[in-house]
């Protein structure tokens, strides 16, 4: 449902989105480009990586994708299991402080989903700003 939707969006501003319904994913679980006459991408405007586990590991493992991703839109959802989210916030914020080279115009949306409300928290952070 969240890919889906922000595939959607995607597609509103005039991006292709893989996946959608005809292609499979590609490097990363939804990403938003645009190609040149000729085929070749021009822009990618948007990476999207989620982990649904809620081991910390594997959401730090999906979440390193987006480090290298060359975009300046860095979305990561996941979910937390209660009382591991301050550790999670502070794990992934870690890990954009640290990462070089690091660019002024990437932001990263990290969206956690709160089992126990059953809504998002969302932070974001700006690449150069570090958390």
Not at 117 to 126: A, L, M, N
């Amino acid at each position: 449902m969240v890919k889906s939707e922000i595939g959607r969006i995607g597609q509103e501003h005039e991006y292709s989105v893989v996946p959608n319904e005809t292609e499979r994913q590609w490097l990363y679980d939804l990403i938003w480009f645009r190609n040149d006459p000729n085929g070749q991408i021009r822009e990618v405007a948007l990476v999207l990586e989620s982990e649904w586990s809620r081991d910390a590991c594997h959401i730090h493992e999906d979440f390193q994708k987006l480090l290298i991703a060359k975009a300046p839109i860095k979305v990561m959802v996941f979910q937390d299991h209660g009382s591991n989210l301050p550790d999670l916030w502070r794990l992934l914020k870690d890990g954009i402080r640290v990462f070089e080279p690091q660019y002024s115009d990437e932001t990263y949306i990290l969206a956690a989903f709160k089992n126990e409300e059953y809504k998002f928290e969302i932070q974001i952070v700006r690449a150069n700003e570090g958390g």
